[in-house]
């Protein structure tokens, strides 16, 4: 692989990683790079999330580019294989400690939101992580260094810190305090946050001054906060000037004006402060906010944002207290305006009648002094005083008004002729009748008694009734009749006009009554004229009734008794004051002309004391700023007056027709105020307020209900409905405006709240929602928007909700989803981690914490909660899991084929996969095969799947192709690339975090391949090894010999045996056992056993030997406390002579089965004490019994004493030594083993005395005596009677004979085999030649039949086996 | 190399012939001592006391001559010379007393 093939997986960090200079670092080039180094980096850089890695002794740095990006700043590209202890030298401390325990003990860490100080901003920052080290392993296993996976999370635990500070803000139940409250309990919110605000100062402009009005985190008074500062000019320590033109200003702390600095929750001071002016609607700042930065951080949006929110929370809350100080005041002044006008009405009272007085005074002495003057004259003059007269009147009636409002009505009953007063009044209206086209007809005969009443009430009641008529006639006649009735004097006002409706008849006197939707002259007019009427009949004694037909006319009838008994007396008087009638007449009349067709002008344009003079009764200005009204009404006129007035007033108004028009409006466009009538068709406007309620746009809207109908009853149904005002038609134009201006302040100071909670949900970096009892969602915030791509136009969410995992595909999760849903409706609280869909279809995990609150408006129960997006955390931890899992199962495999059935069956649980299947790509037609399911072979995969297997062979390995039905991935077998296939079946989809969870494992899967088919080899080899340099390829007779490796998976060790030849016929004979296992105490054990046998050749003494062995071992390393036992048999004699290094004491067994241990001559181990002469012992073995010598991993077992191992060895030996030394050591072998195999590895050696003969020689009659005598001498050894080893002497010779004769008669000189051994209670001798012979006969007679006899006369057993390559004799006796 | 074989005649006190013989006897040497034995006749006394291995080419050569031999043998080779049925042919001495008295 080439430099650049290491970093292939990444173009962006892998370009900066090959132009290191990786031979100078102590990795040396990447192409030299183990396999284990390699796979870690690729995984690495193929990786989406941020992590970092360090490998060998100085931990090299390596990081991706998520890690560049997200943490490590300006340190890119310098820090590349640079060691980490460098590159993080400022948390070196911190991390330091965490990675020398991952290197030590293997195993991970976990850190939450640690917080770290980082240098990678070029300043010292305040940084959050979460993170894991996990250990990276080499190829043999080795903890080497360490992988980091990183997830930052600064943004979060500094963005809810800040989010606190502002929930504390806003967190005042009451709304309302003064100044210094508000400024008081803010000031204690900010002092608990001391990290992001180190400490702030609050000036408000005061005049000509800026005065420090409160602190934190530092001493008013100290130079940083004068107590005071010039608003004029550059004289303080803040730049007051620029602030008081509402500009935010960054001012450095540095300079040495500012003193010694308060450091708030840090070490250090800060370097910056914020300065925020604090911004008043439409007018100067109130003052401004100075607020210290946290030099740890830099001053981003959010930085500046959440100070600016901050100081608009501060602002906001000094407007409230102050426009609450300021309506107080407003109230005061309204009280005071109060008095003030009554006083006015009273004073210009006077001021009216006064120039009236000097008016009439000279009127009437004119017409006394020009009696005598012209009819012209008088008639002139006699208008002047008539409308002096009336004017009079007119101030008069205007304060009997307010004295009728208040109860005081002062009235004067005087004796009236009634028929006459009431038709001069009638008269009054004949004009403007009979120009509407109607006729007055006055029937008003004198009555026969005076009638008491107070004329100008009289006035009021004859020309409402009189106006009213001609206001709803258009053809026929206005009649006036007055009669006598008994006690009554009755008067009749009748018409010919639309009529009233019956249902509307008995309301039809209510004062501020009006009939909805009547043809009329006029849709004007205060609806109190029929009220008024009514009252002033009622202060007369009288009554009055109406009668009316629809179409066909009204019929008033009022009956006032005769007399004064029915009067208050002190209000009675006896004379009349004689003051003309028809005084209050004109303003009727002059409305009356105006209500006509005619153009002609009316008798005066005056206008009259309507709506416009209310208008100016509307105090200041107008609105502060245009409020959007909405008007809704059915009645065109009450529309376009409503619009009319509001619009002068300065609203912008919209109008509608009816409620479905106006609901429509007002979610397209939330107004300010709704003004809507109550009877609309449709939808009227009871059902239009609550629609609005139950919408979470414009529940909040204010809505001003108009009705026709009075009463209480009425204006409670309104309220009930959720309507913020009510208002009874007929109304003043001036309480309308009043009423509107009102709500609309209250709605703007309530939508001051409403937006502040709005800011603050909105700025939560946690999403948001509010469910109502059912579990739709009703309300959300813009960060549920940003994780779930949902947003409040689509508004309410029911349930299922269109984020729940789609149940067809993935039934798991929406079961998931499901349970924690019914927890969500049924708990008080919890929290819960939960799988979503974005809109956009991808998977998200969220962690969901909610509560149940109480909806102060309607007192249902909601549930309010928050959620995080933990998809990175949730995949992090299912990673981790998911590597711990492969890790642990690929350690326990023993061999290749087991590591990757392991790893299949890891991904097959891990995504409950139907089927894993791994496919290696040898050299063959058909892959080699491996499945979880372990009947299934090659063939049995469907075509396509075949194809499409054999098709990620091309692709790059480690990239996962995902489908529908699964995913596969390349990965590099140690025998050849390997497709691995996750069969899902289309149960669910594999995402891109799957994707990326299947290429770190299938990573670490072929690391862990790798290392178990090294393991694998390495013992193979060892093995080899080890029996290669185990022994002599040929041992001397008589002796047997066993190398057992311990049981998979544990290693070959360090135990061996060697006989060695010396040149004096001796035999050395060495068991030795080194520490340790593998490779290593292999190739320890082979420097001991060259150099002990070198050591023998030398010097032929144990003792000797071992002592110049210790000198060997101490140099070499990993020899040290090796155990040997060394002997020098004469093989002859059976002499032998030994030394024990420390090492487990032969076991000696006799012929007769008792046994002794060879304990003498011991000493240390080797090269514990080199130098120290070592002892030497002697032992004689008797003939016939056997030697046993071993390492302990033959008796030494757990929870055994090793006596009991070796007592268990000697009886082995004991129980075996009829049989042949080979045979025996089978036997020993197997007879030890424990169930499970050896778990150390075990060299043993047998030897039997003396060992068996052996000889070979020509098939020559010369060579008998020769071999006589060898085996006469063996015989001796063999510790036998005479007259015995004569007979086996004559019975060998026979044989020997008969091979030379028979065997070779026709190949003289081929090799004939003798060999003889002494078992502990037989002696057997077999000779075997490469002829065919056929057995002679027995007899006396042939010399031959002769020899065979003898044999079969002095051996107890003989066998003669003719065989295709030879014949064998064997004979036996048995010498016990 | 021949097995060893020393072949010494001689004559008794009475003048019978006599042939001490020592060494090894087997089929390398046994034609030496059937020449010894064919070379004579009449009754001849061979004295294997020497003799330390005899085996059946040997015995053939004794065989041979049995009806002219008596044999003096040490211990070792009485077993031989009985189960070959030699001792039963001619005069063994040196034989245990049931030897001789089957003479």
């Known amino acids: 692989m080439g430099d650049g093939g290491v970093f292939a997986a990444c173009q962006e960090v892998g370009g900066d990683l090959a132009e290191v200079d990786w031979a100078a670092t102590p990795l040396g080039p990447p192409r030299e790079w183990p396999q284990s180094l390699q796979t870690a980096v690729s995984i690495l850089l193929s990786s989406r999330f941020p992590m970092w890695m360090a490998w060998g002794e100085e931990l090299t740095f390596f990081c991706n580019a998520a890690y560049r990006r997200d943490t490590l700043g300006r340190k890119y590209p310098w820090a590349l294989g640079r060691p980490a202890s460098e590159v993080w030298s400022e948390i070196w401390g911190d991390i330091g400690p965490r990675i020398e325990a991952v290197l030590g003990t293997g195993r991970a860490t976990w850190d939450e939101a640690l917080l770290l100080f980082l240098e990678r901003s070029g300043y010292t920052e305040e940084t959050y992580h979460t993170f894991s080290y996990s250990p990276l392993r080499d190829d043999a296993g080795e903890v080497v260094g360490m992988l980091c996976v990183v997830n930052e999370d600064t943004e979060r635990v500094i963005g809810e810190r800040r989010m606190a500070t502002l929930r504390d803000l806003g967190s005042d139940p009451s709304v309302i305090r003064t100044e210094q409250e508000v400024l008081a309990f803010v000031h204690r919110q900010l002092s608990r946050n001391l990290k992001d605000l180190p400490f702030t100062l609050t000036y408000l402009f005061d005049g000509d001054e800026a005065r420090l009005a409160g602190t934190t985190g530092v001493t008013p008074g100290t130079p940083v906060a004068p107590r005071s500062l010039p608003v004029g000019g550059p004289g303080g320590v803040w730049p007051v000037w620029e602030l008081a033109e509402g500009e935010t200003r960054v001012i450095p702390l540095a300079e040495a004006s500012f003193g010694p600095l308060p450091v708030g929750d840090w070490p250090e001071s800060p370097l910056q402060a914020l300065v925020v002016p604090l911004l008043r609607q439409g007018g100067a700042p109130y003052g401004f906010l100075v607020a210290a930065l946290n030099r740890y951080r830099d001053l981003d949006d959010h930085y500046r944002g959440f100070v600016e929110l901050t100081a608009g929370h501060i602002a906001s809350g000094i407007g409230s207290a102050r426009s609450y100080q300021a309506q107080q005041r407003r109230a005061e002044e309204l009280a005071e305006l109060d008095r003030a006008k009554t006083t006015f009405f009273s004073n210009i009272s006077h001021e009216l009648r006064t120039p009236l007085t000097l008016i009439m005074g000279p009127v009437e002495e004119l017409r006394t002094r020009l009696s005598g003057a012209g009819e012209e004259v008088h008639a002139e003059l006699d208008v002047i005083h008539r409308n002096g007269l009336r004017l009079g009147k007119l101030v008069n009636t205007l304060l009997d008004f307010s004295r009728l409002e208040a109860g005081r009505m002062q009235a004067r009953y005087e004796p009236v002729e009634l028929a006459a007063v009431t038709a001069e009044l009638a008269s009054v209206f004949r004009s403007a009748v009979e120009r509407a086209g109607l006729t007055l007809d006055v029937d008003c005969p004198a009555l026969d008694e005076p009638v008491y009443v107070d004329r100008a009430m009289w006035e009021k009641v004859v020309l409402n009734l009189l106006s009213n008529a001609l206001k709803f006639t258009f053809e026929g006649a206005v009649r006036v009749r007055v009669r006598r009735s008994g006690p009554d004097a009755v008067v009749v006002v009748a018409d010919t006009g639309t009529g009233v409706p019956e249902t509307e008849m008995p309301r039809l006197f209510e004062r501020f009554h009006r009939i909805e939707n009547a043809r009329a002259r006029s849709h004007e007019g205060s609806g109190i004229g029929l009220a008024l009427v009514r009252e002033l009949v009622g202060l007369h004694g009288g009554t009055i009734d109406a009668e009316s037909t629809e179409g066909v006319g009204t019929t008033f009838t009022l009956r006032i008794p005769f007399g004064t008994a029915h009067l208050p007396a002190d209000s009675v008087v006896s004379e009349p004051d004689g003051g003309a009638a028809g005084a209050t007449a004109d303003p009727y009349v002059h409305e009356a002309f105006r209500w006509l067709p005619t153009s002609e002008p009316a008798p005066a344009d005056d206008g009259g004391p309507r709506e416009v003079g209310a208008a100016a009764v509307v105090p200041g200005a107008g609105p502060a700023y245009s409020a959007r009204v909405l008007v809704a009404d059915d009645n065109a006129d009450m529309r376009e007056y409503l619009a009319r007035l509001l619009a002068a007033a300065g609203y912008r108004v919209t109008e509608v027709t009816d409620g479905v028009e106006a609901l429509a409006a007002a979610r397209r466009r939330t107004p300010d105020l709704v003004v809507s009538d109550v009877m609309m068709p449709r939808l009227d406007g009871l059902e239009l307020v609550s629609r609005l309620r139950a919408d979470p746009r414009t529940a909040s809207v204010p809505v001003l209900l108009l009705s026709a109908r009075a009463g209480q009853e009425a204006s409670i149904e309104g309220l009930r409905a959720g309507a913020d005002d009510y208002l009874v038609k007929p109304f003043a134009a001036a309480e309308l405006l009043a009423r509107v201006r009102a709500n609309v302040e209250l709605a703007r100071l309530r939508d001051h709240h409403l937006r502040w909670r709005t800011a603050l949900i909105d700025s939560l970096q946690e999403a948001f929602f509010v469910c109502d009892e059912s579990g739709t969602v009703v309300e959300i915030n813009a960060a549920f928007t940003d994780i779930l791509g949902y947003g409040p136009e689509g508004l309410p969410y029911a349930p299922v909700h269109p984020w729940w995992p789609h149940a067809p595909a993935d039934p798991g999760a929406y079961e998931q989803v499901g349970d924690a849903f019914a927890r969500l409706l049924q708990s008080p609280r919890g929290s819960y981690t939960v799988p979503v869909t974005h809109r956009d279809g991808h998977r998200l995990w969220v962690a969901v914490n909610f509560n149940k609150a109480e909806d102060p408006n309607t007192g249902r129960g909601v549930t309010v909660g928050t959620f995080r997006d933990v998809t990175a955390e949730h995949y992090a931890v299912q990673r981790e899991t998911a590597l711990a899992a492969l890790s642990t199962s690929l350690s326990r495999a023993a061999d290749l084929p087991e590591a990757l059935s392991a790893g299949l069956h890891v991904l097959r649980s891990l995504w409950h996969a139907r089927v894993v299947v791994a496919a290696v790509f040898g050299g063959g037609d058909t892959p080699a095969l491996t499945a979880t399911d372990a009947t299934l072979r090659w063939e049995d995969l469907p075509a396509a799947r075949r194809e499409a297997l054999t098709a990620l062979r091309d692709r790059p390995s480690l990239t996962v192709v995902a489908e529908d039905s699964g995913a596969g991935v390349l990965l590099e077998h140690p025998e050849s690339p390997m497709v691995v296939w996750v069969d899902l079946e289309g149960h669910r989809p594999f995402g891109s975090e799957d994707q990326l969870l299947l290429s770190l494992l299938a990573g670490h899967l072929a690391q862990g391949l790798g290392r178990a088919h090294q393991i694998d080899q390495q013992r193979e080899t060892a093995i080899a090894l080890q029996r290669a340099i185990l022994g002599p390829a040929r041992l001397p007779e008589g002796f047997a010999v066993r190398y057992e490796p311990a049981t998979r998976p544990l290693e070959v060790g360090g135990d061996w045996y060697d006989t060695v030849t010396l040149p004096d016929g001796r035999i050395g004979i060495v068991v030795g056992d080194c520490v340790g296992r593998g490779l290593e105490a292999a190739s320890v054990m082979g420097q001991l056993r060259s150099a002990c046998r070198a050591l023998l050749l030398q010097d032929p003494s144990p003792a000797r030997t071992l002592t110049a062995l210790d000198q060997f071992a101490a140099g070499v390393a990993g020899a040290i406390c090796t155990t040997v036992f060394c002997g020098v048999l004469e093989p002859g004699s059976g002499e032998l002579t030994y030394s024990s290094a420390g090492h487990p004491p032969g076991i000696l067994v006799h012929p007769d089965g008792s046994s002794r241990l060879l304990e003498d001559g011991r000493a240390l181990p080797l090269a514990v004490r080199p130098g120290r002469a070592r002892p030497e012992a002697t032992c004689s073995l008797p003939a016939r019994a056997t030697l046993l010598l071993y390492t302990d991993g033959l008796v030494e077992r757990r929870r055994r004493p090793l006596s009991a191992g070796m007592e268990q060895a000697g009886e082995a030996v004991k129980e075996g030594r009829e049989m042949p030394v080979e045979d025996l050591a089978t036997a020993v072998m197997s007879r030890l083993a424990p169930a499970g195999g050896y778990d150390d590895d075990v060299a043993l050696l047998l030897y039997r005395h003396p060992a068996p003969l052996e000889m070979i020689f020509p098939a020559e009659s010369s060579q008998l005596a020769p071999v006589r005598r060898a085996l006469r001498g063996w015989l001796d050894q063999c510790d036998l009677p005479p007259t015995t080893v004569q007979n086996v002497l004559v019975a060998a010779g026979e044989a020997c004979a008969n091979a030379i004769e028979h065997g070779h008669r026709h190949t003289p000189g081929e090799d004939v085999r003798l060999r003889a051994e002494a078992l502990v209670d037989t002696l057997r001798v077999t000779v075997a030649d490469s002829g065919r012979w056929r057995v002679p006969q027995r007899g006396r007679n042939t010399h031959r039949g002769r020899g065979i006899s003898l044999m079969h006369a002095l051996m107890q057993e003989v066998t003669v086996a003719p065989g295709p390559s030879g014949t064998t004799v064997d004979m036996q006796m048995r010498i016990a | ?103």
């Open chain 2, 1 to 103: 190399m021949t097995t060893p074989l020393t072949l010494t005649p001689g004559r008794g006190p009475d003048g019978t012939g006599h042939l001490a013989v020592s060494g090894e006897i087997d089929m390398s040497n046994a034609g030496d001592l059937a020449e010894a034995l064919d070379s004579g006749s009449g009754p001849l006394v061979v004295d294997l006391t020497g003799v330390e291995y005899l085996d059946s080419a040997g015995l053939s050569v004794l065989f041979a001559h049995a009806e002219r031999l008596e044999l003096i043998v040490p211990p070792l080779l009485e077993p031989v010379l009985t189960v070959s049925g030699l001792a039963d042919l001619v005069t063994v001495h040196g034989l245990g007393g049931e030897a001789g008295s089957r003479q």
